[in-house]
């Protein structure tokens, strides 16, 4: 024995009048002896192998976060000032490599979060109103595609007399492969039906249908990149997207210029609406100031915010539908 | 001389005949005047009792049209009966629906297929006692001639077709007339499903109706469903035609069986003996091979299944399609897809009264679909039902009460009534389908379902001689029998796939009804061959 002995301030069989009211458990004060040996080798200096690995993944988990934040920031500063122009063509074409904030790199896997592979097509149904489409819900559908092998495909349900080209078309051409729907991993369809509120299905199953383009669009933001951890940047977020779906989206002009001036405000302290990092409240915001009207009388940091998001290149496929 | 006093004699004779036959006719003359007089006297005593009958000539029974005249007269139509021709004086024939006396007064309602008027015979000074009264007792369902004012109503008659008018008859003949007794009475056979029992009223069971076939679709639920049944034929002809498919006839007596065998219908044929065709599949195909490029035919099919279910006949019309793709079967899913479609679309906009009359009767939800059509693979609708708890091989066919599940599952997420299934396992297909070229579990072949049950089941054909025999060798199919089906394939093919569509089942489907003996004029099944 390396230190001096201490005397037990109890004894260990000590007796104790139970009550025999009550279940009994076992004397968790005599199970203490088994741990007592590997404390001892701990003590000796001897580093257990398994921390040392611990120890050695987290020095280079946070080299390879500091290497990302600086790229972060270096890129944060090119996007968000607007007169760094980019062409959109280069931002595309960089995005693959060098744009970590841009195309989100969770560590998000659709077994986990969509439940078992049963050996068929894991098919999202989307169902939107024509005269609302949810341009949220395309542009994420463009940021899936760049991440998942997706098959997307647009119907329009009976209930619908008419829809016009541009919604027909609005999750791009065709690929190539859609003939084999077992060759993809996600499943995008978007059926134009006349209903009151859009509607997600998945399984039908296992999962009531997810109402409001808002909760559809975290959904899918949570097959992109995994929310924040940190529970109040997560209802930061969350209460930017509503606050984009229910003032900016449906409300009087009033309203909606209260919203500008909050955004403005947020957009005055950081270069994003949540933090530093490009996030589902930018989307959804973006979104809904453009289908508003409201971009062209937005005050000056929204107005360097719209177009830092338009540097970003992913919001082509709502552009393309408001001309 | 002779020869007058012959004369003489004969004329005596003849006069002592003529006597006789002076004072037989003298009494029968007397016993006509008596009889005359009586009748007279009967007559002006009913004229006297029942005063005069001023309005004579404006009712009765019109003696048989057998052509004897050509009237230059317009007959009006029920269904043009609208309020713009308020207060004009018109003509009409229609049956008698029902009519129903009350004191001076006798309502009429009058048909015309599935449109009806209410009509109206008063004691005025245009009808008289008699003729409400002859109006009255025309039994239900006789065919009249009726001359009337039509007035626009102040509430509107709910229980007629045209509900803004009413006719005031001025005259009424009877054209034909029906019996008292009639077999059915057509407001039982449009009760609706349930009605009739709550109330203790009468319904009519589907014997019934089947074997007085020609009341029964008199009723205005059968005229929606054969017009409606019309439709289909129409826009499947128009659709395709428009696609650039020519339209072909195909024998229905053939010598040998296409399919199998077991489920044919043997014929005598002079001193052999020949089959009733299954399908036109054959016919279809040699079709493909001389270069029609697109075909589709309508026509009879027969089988000789005994099977008594309501979704099988022995006869039906059979829309069947075939045609050669360039380079992906799936180019033919899309043209049969589209077709339907198409179909669906010109019902719903065409055919919405049709629609809305059966659903009285057979309430259904109306149809859904989606534009273009959901295709879903085999091992997806595996998948499917196996996360709702059914348990089944991956090349198990699909049962029926598995199709009718998987059809609730799919509206359930899709919200579609019709869809495809593609890629079916080869094992459970016929021995002319296309293997899939990546996975020889699987093939080239796909069902489409409407409501979750099977309306076509379609393939890429193998057009490849020595492949085809292959395949029928592993099927342990004789070849000597299917030696004239390959042989069509030993001088080049196109790469062709096709389906047959059964109109009855369509119909039946696409209104909701729960028997495919309603969508069939005369149905034929192994217990009714009449009418």
Partial sequence: MPMYQVKPIYRREMEIDLPTCMY?????????????????????????????????????????????????????????????????TVSSSLSPQSSSSTTFKGTTDLDTLLGKDLGALRDIVINANPAQPPLTLLVLHSLLCQRYRVLSTVHVHSSVASVPPQLLSCLGPRHADSYARHMFQ?????????????????????????????????????????YPSDPALATLVDSWVDTAFFQLAECSAKERAAVLRALNSTLGRSPWLAGPEFSLADIASYCCVLQSGSASSAPANVQRWLKACENLGHFSPAKVLLQ | MTKEEVRGATEEEQQAQSKKALKKQQKEAEKAAKKAEKQAKLAAEQQSTEEDDFAKDRYGVLAMVQSQQKLDRTLVRVQDLTPEKADQLIWLRARVHTSRAKGKQCFLVLRQQQFNVQALVAVGDRASKQMVKFAANITKESIVDVEALVRKVEQ????????????????????????????LQLEDAVRADGEGEEEGR??????????????????????????????????????????????????????????????????????????????????????????????????????????????????????????????????VIDSITDTMVQIFKGLRDNFQTEIQTVNKQFPSEPFKFLEPTLRLEFTEAVAMLREAGVEMGDEDDLSTPNEKLLGRL???????????????????????????????KYSNSYDMFMRGEEILSGAQRIHDAQLLTERALHHQIDLEKIKAYIDSFRYGAPPHGGGGIGLERVCMLYLGLHNVRQTSMFPRDPKRLTP
């Avoid at chain 1, 509120?197 to 933001?221: D, H, T, W």
Wanted: hydrophobic content about 40%.
């Fill in chain 1, 24 to 88: 009994k458990l076992p004397n968790i004060h005599s199970q203490q002896g088994n741990s007592c040996t590997s404390e001892h080798a701990l003590q000796n200096g001897e580093v257990d192998p398994a921390v040392k690995a611990l120890e050695a993944r987290q020095d280079e988990i946070m080299k390879k976060l500091y290497e990302l934040k600086a790229a972060v920031e270096g890129l944060a500063k090119t996007v968000t000032t607007p007169d760094a122009d980019l062409d959109l």
């Fill in chain 1, 186 to 226: 996600l499943g995008f369809t978007l059926i134009w039906k006349d209903v009151p509120k859009l509607q997600m299905k998945f399984s039908v199953q296992n999962m009531c249908p997810i109402e409001g383009e808002a909760n559809v669009a975290r959904f899918l933001f949570k097959l992109l990149a995994p």
């Fill in chain 2, 156 to 183: 509107k008659i709910e229980s007629c077709s045209q509900q803004d008018v009413e006719l005031h008859i001025e005259r009424i003949f009877v054209i034909s007339q029906a019996e008292p007794r009639l077999p």
């Fill in chain 2, 202 to 331: 009468a319904t009519v069971n589907q014997d019934t109706r089947l074997d007085n076939r020609v009341i029964d679709l008199r009723t205005t639920t059968s005229q929606a469903i054969f017009r409606l049944q019309s439709g289909v034929c129409q826009l499947f002809r128009d659709t395709l035609t428009k696609k650039g498919f020519v339209e072909i006839q195909t024998p229905k007596i053939i010598s040998a069986a296409s399919e199998g065998g077991a489920n044919v219908f043997t014929v005598s044929y002079f001193k052999t003996s020949a089959y009733l065709a299954q399908s036109p599949q054959l016919y279809k195909q040699m079709c493909i091979c001389a270069d029609f490029d697109k075909v589709f035919c309508v026509g009879p099919v027969f089988r000789a299944e005994d099977s008594n279910t309501h979704r099988h006949l022995t006869e039906f019309v059979g829309l069947d399609i075939e045609m050669a793709f360039n380079y992906h079967y799936h180019e």
């Fill in chain 2, 410 to 440: 799919v509206k359930e997420k899709y919200d579609t009534d019709f869809y495809v299934l593609d890629k079916y396992p080869l094992a459970v297909r016929p021995f002319y389908t296309m293997p899939d070229p990546s996975n020889p």
